[in-house]
């Protein structure tokens, strides 16, 4: 991928190149720590001395309620929200305490914000974190419509008219990462394009889009796990040439909240 062989764009309202996601701590990094990394500003694997997979443990969350993203804005005075359609059997399993809470999921609750739902999801006021709905559509409810990653983007470039921060997560990437069956990759890649379509054509003159990734994944199937590559940071508006000076991730947060 040339984002990670060192070829920059970097133009008037447009910035692509390739940062450090995992700085602090040998191995290959998994996602826990590196989210925490990209939304507190705070490297993560250097104040635990190691890398942490998956889901926060003590430590992170004490880190991501004083730092949060979310809350940081929210203490600003100005308005966030996480984009995402929650179903409610996650918020049930995580109180039976069969499933764990993600780092965006603690993050969304240290700034105080309303997590969205199913009814948001049909209305077009939240997506899916598939892109195009499927996964809600097979296994929660076959009464929310399949849609294009297109139409997907025009509806978040829609919900950041209301906002001044709009985060939206697609872990669909890392899955097909793992499982490294290309038709299914391909096919991602090019939503994954359309969803970044929509959003560029429907969003306002003042609105800044930022592509993140926490770690490398998809770009090296040799072993189907995390890769120890740079990972890409896009961003497409006003404030691009922000992060001009940006090289690793815990560095982003200081440009979006300077």
């Given at each position: 991928?040339?984002l990670?062989?060192?070829?920059?764009?970097?133009?008037?309202?447009?910035?692509?190149?390739?940062?450090?996601a995992?700085?602090?701590?040998?191995?290959?990094?998994?996602?826990?720590?590196?989210?925490?990394s990209?939304?507190?500003?705070?490297?993560?694997?250097?104040?635990?001395?190691?890398?942490?997979?998956a889901?926060?443990?003590?430590?992170?969350?004490?880190?991501?309620?004083?730092?949060s993203?979310?809350?940081?804005?929210?203490?600003?005075?100005?308005?966030?929200?996480?984009?995402?359609?929650y179903?409610?059997?996650?918020?049930?399993?995580?109180?039976?305490?069969t499933?764990?809470?993600?780092?965006?999921?603690?993050?969304?609750?240290?700034?105080?914000?309303?997590?969205?739902?199913?009814k948001?999801?049909?209305?077009?006021?939240?997506?899916?974190?598939d892109?195009?709905?499927?996964e809600?559509?097979?296994?929660?409810?076959?009464?929310?419509?399949?849609i294009?990653?297109?139409?997907?983007?025009?509806?978040?470039?829609?919900?950041?008219?209301?906002?001044?921060?709009?985060v939206?997560e697609?872990?669909?990437?890392?899955?097909?990462?793992?499982?490294?069956?290309?038709?299914?990759?391909?096919?991602?890649?090019?939503?994954?394009?359309?969803?970044?379509?929509g959003?560029?054509?429907?969003?306002?003159?003042q609105?800044?889009?930022?592509?993140?990734?926490?770690?490398?994944?998809?770009?090296?199937?040799?072993?189907?796990?995390?890769?120890?590559?740079?990972?890409?940071?896009?961003?497409?508006?006003?404030?691009?040439?922000r992060?001009?000076?940006?090289?690793?991730?815990?560095?982003i947060?200081d440009?979006?909240?300077?």
């Amino acid at each position: 991928m040339p984002l990670i062989r060192g070829v920059d764009v970097d133009r008037p309202k447009c910035l692509c190149k390739g940062i450090d996601a995992h700085r602090g701590a040998d191995g290959i990094p998994p996602s826990a720590t590196d989210q925490s990394s990209l939304f507190t500003e705070k490297n993560a694997s250097k104040e635990l001395g190691y890398h942490l997979p998956a889901f926060s443990n003590e430590r992170l969350i004490a880190m991501i309620k004083a730092d949060s993203i979310f809350k940081r804005v929210r203490e600003r005075g100005l308005q966030a929200t996480f984009a995402n359609a929650y179903r409610p059997l996650y918020f049930e399993q995580v109180k039976a305490r069969t499933y764990q809470m993600s780092v965006t999921t603690q993050c969304v609750l240290a700034g105080g914000q309303p997590f969205r739902g199913i009814k948001q999801l049909r209305k077009g006021k939240a997506l899916c974190w598939d892109m195009t709905n499927q996964e809600f559509n097979a296994n929660v409810d076959s009464t929310v419509p399949i849609i294009d990653s297109w139409l997907a983007g025009k509806r978040l470039a829609s919900i950041s008219k209301d906002y001044n921060l709009v985060v939206y997560e697609t872990f669909l990437t890392v899955l097909l990462g793992h499982s490294r069956v290309m038709e299914k990759i391909e096919r991602c890649l090019k939503d994954l394009d359309q969803l970044v379509r929509g959003v560029i054509g429907s969003k306002g003159d003042q609105t800044s889009i930022i592509l993140i990734s926490d770690c490398g994944n998809i770009e090296d199937l040799s072993t189907g796990g995390h890769a120890t590559n740079q990972v890409p940071l896009c961003v497409v508006g006003p404030i691009a040439n922000r992060f001009d000076g940006v090289a690793l991730i815990e560095e982003i947060l200081d440009v979006i909240l300077p």
